[in-house]
């Protein structure tokens, strides 16, 4: 999956240093990075050494990985050259190192954090960054705002050795199978969030729910954690239709063989596929 980057590590603790020239930058506007595209076809990350002659504003530390910072910038920070284009984020994926892409998922989701904490919620003063931690606070009222993570169920229903396949309703392009997936509610658990979701999108109810394992998902801001569970009863299919266009039970030999790689969702159902999930 995409944040397994082994043997490299992320540490996203909030340890400001002094940047270095080899350190990254990833400078976002508008949801995407600026990368440098003078080579179109291999874009990079810029560096520290790309702005030595530049007296650079105080660059927001990120995290590192093997040692090597990334700093934060924004559109506006710094004189950017002309070979500097906005990218989306996929365009991270190819790059080496082969982290690329999950640094810029990550900075992307802290970056999107910061940008909706610039005011204080409760009295509306000007935040500032905390010196020790990833916070920002209020110098008037005192309040603390905390990186906001979005937990969210993947969940895979059994039914013996069959599997429930969704589909979204509303995207356009390939059919593409999905597993239920929705967003915890404040107040409850893990485990009744995947049987509401359940409930919810399929009308079907579930027992032996068992965690498989999680990942970061700053797509949506979230943790995803995955669950796999038992139909319990009656699986009659009842489609909330304005979120599934399709929840079929599919049997294990006509699942097809998944590419993972990136999503829990793909794993979840190629561990299904090859009966490698916990039972
Ligand atoms: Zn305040």
Same mark, same amino acid.
């Given at each position: 999956m995409v944040h397994q980057i082994a043997p490299h590590k992320l540490d996203n603790q909030y340890k400001p240093r002094p940047p270095k020239a080899d350190d990254y930058i990833f400078i976002f506007a508008k949801g995407q990075f600026y990368l440098d595209c003078t080579d179109e076809k291999a874009p990079r990350v810029p560096t520290l050494s790309d702005f030595a002659e530049q007296k650079l504003p105080q660059l927001r530390y990120l995290f590192a990985i093997d040692g090597i910072a990334f700093y934060l910038a924004w559109e506006g920070d710094i004189t950017l050259p002309e070979t500097y284009k906005l990218q989306p984020t996929?365009?991270?994926?190819?790059?080496?190192? @082969?982290?690329m892409g999950f640094a810029g998922l990550t900075a992307s989701h802290i970056a999107g954090w910061y940008d909706k904490r610039r005011?204080? @919620?409760?009295?509306?003063a000007k935040l500032v960054h905390s010196e020790v931690e990833r916070k920002m606070d209020c110098p008037e009222c005192k309040a603390e705002e905390f990186p906001q993570i979005n937990p969210v169920v993947i969940v895979g229903v059994t039914d013996g050795d069959k599997l429930m396949l969704t589909q979204y309703a509303n995207r356009p392009g390939p059919k593409h199978f999905a597993l239920i997936a929705g967003f915890a509610e404040i107040g409850e658990s893990f485990e009744e969030c995947v049987a509401r979701e359940v409930y919810e999108e399929i009308g079907v109810r579930v027992k032996n729910i068992r965690f498989y394992t999680s990942q970061p998902w700053a797509m949506s801001g979230s943790l995803l954690a995955g669950f796999y569970c038992d139909l319990d009863g009656d699986g009659t299919i009842t489609l909330q239709e304005d979120e599934l266009s399709e929840g079929v039970w599919v049997p294990r030999e006509e699942i097809p063989k998944q590419d993972v790689g990136f999503a829990l969702t793909a794993e979840m159902i190629e561990q299904f596929r090859i009966n490698q999930f916990p039972a």
């Open positions: 996929f365009a991270l994926f190819p790059m080496q190192p @082969g982290y005011i204080c @919620g409760r009295c509306g």
